[in-house]
């Protein structure tokens, strides 16, 4: 089945600097990819969507320049949390579209990262 | 805005009872209702989902109600196990804009 691998799974990170996440779909082309961050007893809220080679689309509310979105391959993308603060601590989650699939078997998530900035 | 929710958060169940967990929602646009398990620390895991035209969808020990008339969404697990213990999304998914989004979530404990 289709596998998404989402990495670091846990990171630590002092107040001020940034972090970079990964999510690849190991076993399948992701014509869309999105990022999902999910605090503590609730739900996962969308941040953002992105579309290999173009400009990720951001949720309102979402700041771009601090959550960059790159998409450079069919098979990566990448989140980083710039200049993190302790309210950004979460967990996010990625989730990859396989174009080949229809209707809402296409969709895979990752294992989700827990950020913590101290 | 769109807004998918549930009813209750937290529901206890005995071991070998069947679970029904309830989700409202109201967005009578999308196309597809989906299930997902959320397991601690992990990403969603797809369960069942159903078409917007369909009222019953039967998968492996589960089914999906949905009520457009009343915008309710159901999920049924029968003979709920302990690895059932997780966090229960619903999200809904309108095609066009190939945007999931999430309702807020149950969590079954399943007693043993």
């Known amino acids: 089945g289709a596998v998404v691998s989402q990495h670091p799974s846990r990171v630590i990170c002092k107040s001020g600097t940034s972090v970079k996440i990964e999510c690849r779909s190991l076993?399948?082309?992701?014509?869309?990819m999105f990022w999902y961050r999910q605090f503590p007893k609730q739900s996962l809220m969308l941040m953002a969507t992105s579309n290999e080679g173009s400009k990720a689309t951001y949720e309102q509310g979402v700041e771009k320049d601090k959550f960059l979105i790159n998409h450079a391959s069919l098979t990566l993308s990448t989140l980083t949390v710039t200049s993190a603060h302790p309210e950004d601590s979460s967990f996010y989650i990625c989730s990859a579209r396989d174009g080949g699939r229809l209707g809402t078997y296409g969709y895979t998530f990752g294992s989700g990262t827990r950020l913590t900035v101290v | 805005g769109e807004n998918v929710g549930l009813h209750l958060p937290t529901l206890s169940v005995q071991e070998g009872d069947n679970s029904i967990i309830n989700c409202a929602y109201s967005n009578s646009a999308s196309d597809y209702f989906i299930w997902y398990k959320q397991e601690s620390g992990k990403g969603p895991q797809f369960i069942i989902d159903i078409r917007s035209n369909m009222d019953k969808r039967q998968g492996q020990r589960v089914t999906v109600l949905l009520n457009k008339t009343v915008k309710h969404l159901s999920l049924q697990i029968a003979a709920t196990q302990p690895g059932d213990s997780a966090v229960y999304f619903c999200a809904d998914l309108k095609a066009a804009g190939n945007k999931l989004t999430f309702g807020g979530g149950t969590r079954v404990l399943v007693k043993p």
């Open positions: 076993d399948f082309q992701a014509t869309t």
